[in-house]
């Protein structure tokens, strides 16, 4: 079993800025790329930024230069600095991680539980 699990969202004003953090835990072998994904509603989930094992990256484009993704391998932690907030980042923020579990050999999407982000005009 791998669990990931979200941390640090919240209620801010738009301008301001939050720090998310996820932490992959369990029978893992290798996590290849993390991601942070989002939804609001009425919306589909939409990928926000994402970071492979070797430290590329890729943003969604009305992210960049505003939010900033990180991962620490040894911990099995993704982060996410989101600076700048507007309103419309509001939505609920899930992270996923491609496992390789304990044993085996391929590589499974997995997603935490979502952490709720919440942007005030």
């Known amino acids: 079993q791998v669990q990931l699990v979200e941390s640090g969202g919240g209620l801010v004003q738009a301008g301001g800025s939050l720090g998310l953090s996820c932490v992959a835990s369990g029978s893992i072998f290798a996590i290849n790329t993390m991601g942070w994904y989002r939804q609001a509603p009425g919306k589909q989930r939409e990928l926000v930024a994402a970071i492979t094992s070797g430290g590329n990256t890729n943003y969604a484009d009305s992210v960049k230069g505003r939010f900033t993704i990180s991962r620490d391998n040894a911990k099995n932690t993704v982060y996410l600095q989101m600076n700048s907030l507007k309103p419309e980042d509001t939505a609920v923020y899930y992270c996923?991680?491609?496992?390789?579990?304990?044993?085996?050999?391929?590589?499974?999407?997995?997603w935490g539980q979502g952490t709720q982000v919440t942007v005030s005009s």
């Open positions: 996923n991680a491609d496992v390789r579990h304990s044993g085996g050999i391929h590589y499974y999407a997995r």
